[in-house]
C-alpha cells in the first residue's frame, strides 16, 4: 500500500487520490530477487485450481500461508519460505493478474473472489488453522479472511497494510467518498501508455523501499501484471473498509508497519494512524519497524525474520 511520505504536502483529498494513484500500482509489487526465477526444486503439488489463484508449498511441519501484495509476485516471500521451509509447510500464493499469472476477470470484481478462493483451498487442502502472512493488499485479504472464514486463520501477521485504505487520506473519509477517486485512479492506470506507466512505477518504487535492486524488481513484477487486474485490485483496496468487522474478530493478529524518517513515513504520524485504524481489534499488537519502507522484510530482512519468529512461536 501506499506510504505516508505521499501524505506531505498535499492540500486537498481529490489531490491526494489521484497523485497517489501510480504509487498504489506497485503498492504491493516485488521483492529484491530474480523476477524471472524459476520456481524451487523443493515444491510439492497443491490438489488445487482455480482462476483466481495458484499456490506452490514447501517445507514440512505448522502450515504458513504467504500472500503477496498488489501487482506482487510469490517470489517477494521467497527468501522468508525458503528458511521456514526447515520447520514449517509454507503456501506461497500467486494472485491471479499480477507478476505475469493469467487474468480472465475484465475490471473485476478482485478482492472479495480472491478472499474466497483462499478460503476453498484452506479447506481443500485439510489445512487446520494455518498461520497467514500477508504483505499490503494481501494483508488486508488476509484480514478479510479471518472476518469472514475466522477457522481458516489461526493467527495472522499484516505487514504494513490498514483495514481501510483511503484511512491514508483523513479519519472521516468513508468507502462511498472514495469510491469516485477510485474510478479516477483507475482509468489513469487503465489509460496509460507503456512508457509513461512504466515511469510512474519507477518513480513510485522510490517511496516504498530503500533498496534500489528492490525497487528494480518491483517495476519488473508491475509491468508484467495485467493492467485490468491491477485497475481492479486497486479500486477494491480504496473502497474496502474493513474496521466494522474488527471488534467481533478473536484471531490473534499482529500488524507492522514501517517508518523512515528520511525519506519514508514519519514515526510519530504512523504510530498514531496505525494505532487508531487498529484500535477497535482485540488483542492487536501492533509493531513499528523503523529505517523502513514499505516493503519491511526487504529494508529491514533481520528485523522482520525476528519478528516472524516471534509471531510463530
Known sequence: MLHLRHLVGRSTLRALFLASAAALAVGGAAFAVNAHAEPTSALQAAPFASDRLSVEVIGSGPDVILIPGLASSREVWRPLAMRLA??????????????GEPWSHGDGPFVAPEVEELARYVAEA?????????HSMGGLSGLLLAQSHPDSVGRLMIVDALPFYSALFGPTVTAEQARPFAAQASAMILSADETAFRAQQVQSAVGLAR?????????DWSMASDRHAVAAAMTDVMTTDARPGLAAMTTSVTALYATDADGGPPPAMAQALWEQEYAALPGVKVVRVDASRHFIMADQPARFDELVDEFLR
Open 126 to 134: 485439510g489445512l487446520d488453522k494455518p498461520a497467514v502472512i500477508g
Open 211 to 219: 533498496d534500489p535492486a528492490t525497487r528494480a524488481a518491483m517495476v
Open 86 to 99: 526447515a520447520t514449517h509447510r509454507v503456501h506461497l500464493v500467486q494472485l491471479a493478474g499480477f507478476a
